[in-house]
T-cell receptor, first 114, second 108 residues
Framework: EPEVTQTPSHQVTQMGQEVILRCVPI?????FYWYRQILGQKVEFLVS????????KSEIFDDQFSVERPDGSNFTLKIRSTKLEDSAMYFC????????????FGPGTRLTVT | GQSLEQPSEVTAVEGAIVQINCTYQ??????LSWYQQHDGGAPTFLSY????GLEETGRFSSFLSRSDSYGYLLLQELQMKDSASYFC?????????FGTGTRLQVFP
């Protein structure tokens, strides 16, 4: 069964450093998302991406965040200058079409900012 | 603002039936989804309601009342493996707005 993959599974970084989280969505999917989940809290929407551009972003997704689909398979989330409060689990998700209601989530990357 | 409220925790025994409620207040609404998340795992899709009424998928059923901004997930014949967190999520355009989550503990 096709699945969303994410690397790395755990990233530790120092405050102020840049990090890039990587995702490979399901191959024929067209819509891509990043969500984050601070430990013990709910999952929060960050950004949605379609047709090589951001379609929607939340208030959390400020100028420190960016997304890119550098080739036909990878989808990346970059945090330019990490803060302690960026520590969270980051999930990538994808769907096949805009009318699809089932989002497929990757296993997540746990980001720890020290 | 946008909010989806759920009970924080529910406990039950194996074989029982449990209902997890969700009330929502969002600016947009295309449908209500339910996701399961085991500790350390990713959310996995359980069910979706776009219209009022009951949707049944095996041991799990989900209900929606759009006029009441309310839905619930019904889990029957509980098994130990059902111990997890359950999130309702409103589909707004194509993004998901998640609820606060309900931790279900199933005891033998």
């Amino acid at each position: 069964e096709p699945e969303v993959t994410q690397t790395p599974s755990h990233q530790v970084t120092q405050m102020g450093q840049e990090v890039i989280l990587r995702c490979v969505p399901i191959s024929n999917h067209l819509y891509f998302y990043w969500y984050r989940q601070i430990l013990g809290q709910k999952v929060e929407f960050l950004v949605s991406f379609y047709n090589n551009e951001i379609s929607e972003k939340s208030e959390i997704f400020d100028d420190q965040f960016s997304v890119e689909r550098p080739d036909g398979s990878n989808f990346t989330l970059k945090i330019r200058s990490t803060k302690l409060e960026d520590s969270a689990m980051y999930f990538c998700a994808s769907i096949g079409s805009g009318s699809s209601h089932e989002q497929y989530f990757g296993p997540g990357t746990r980001l720890t900012v020290t | 603002g946008q909010s989806l409220e759920q009970p924080s925790e529910v406990t039950a025994v194996e074989g029982a039936i449990v209902q997890i409620n969700c009330t929502y207040q969002t600016s947009g609404f295309y449908g209500l989804s339910w996701y399961q998340q085991h500790d350390g795992g990713a959310p996995t899709f359980l069910s979706y309601n776009a219209l009022d009424g009951l949707e049944e998928t095996g041991r799990f059923s989900s209900f929606l009342s759009r006029s009441d901004s309310y839905g619930y997930l019904l889990l029957q014949e509980l098994q130990m493996k059902d111990s997890a967190s359950y999130f309702c999520a409103v589909r707004d355009t194509d993004k998901l707005i998640f609820g606060t989550g309900t931790r279900l503990q199933v005891f033998p």
